[in-house]
């Protein structure tokens, strides 16, 4: 069972590292790692992370001519917090939001403060799509199925004859 969780979470740190070019959207790649992390992963503790978005009045300044700005707080235009749920599979950890608060901050033993987004570094697109295509035939194979029709979309005849007509047309008017 440690080799499959270790295979596990290795192919999973693929996707995990760039979820903006993945083939499939991010939420429909969030809710089968949330499937994975729930079944094979080992619940560690809770991070707290603190996402802020800057007022774009007054550029996170605060104050616009002088006053203060009427639409944010001291430059914070909203402050949100996520408890994160830490999770270990194989030799990684990841992440996974539990619960969302907007109003106030919340208390609970936490960890480590991730200030902003969590950063991680990319992996070639090849290795990404490789390890996807992998977790989605266990996983969801209707997912898998989409993310197919997805990829073939680009490659039809049509698609061919259409990328091939302005150099036909630039030939076709060198020979006149």
Known sequence: MKLIKFIIGFLLKFP???TDHL???QGEFYFVKQKI???Y???ICYDKQIIEKICETCNGLGEVRYKPCPNCDNGI???TWVKLVVVKLGNNEFHYPKN???KYEPEFRYRELIKGHIIHVKSKNWHINLSL???LIFFNWKLLRKMISFQLRGFTFYNRLSSL???LRREGERRK
Request: without cysteine; positive net charge; charged residues 35%.
């Open 165 to 167: 007509y302005p150099i």
């Open 133 to 135: 295509y992998v977790l």
């Open 37 to 39: 992390l729930k079944k």
């Open 23 to 25: 083939p499939i959207s």
């Open 100 to 102: 969302k608060f907007s």
């Open 16 to 18: 995990n590292s760039d």
């Open 41 to 43: 992963g080992k619940k």
């Open 77 to 79: 235009w909203r402050r």
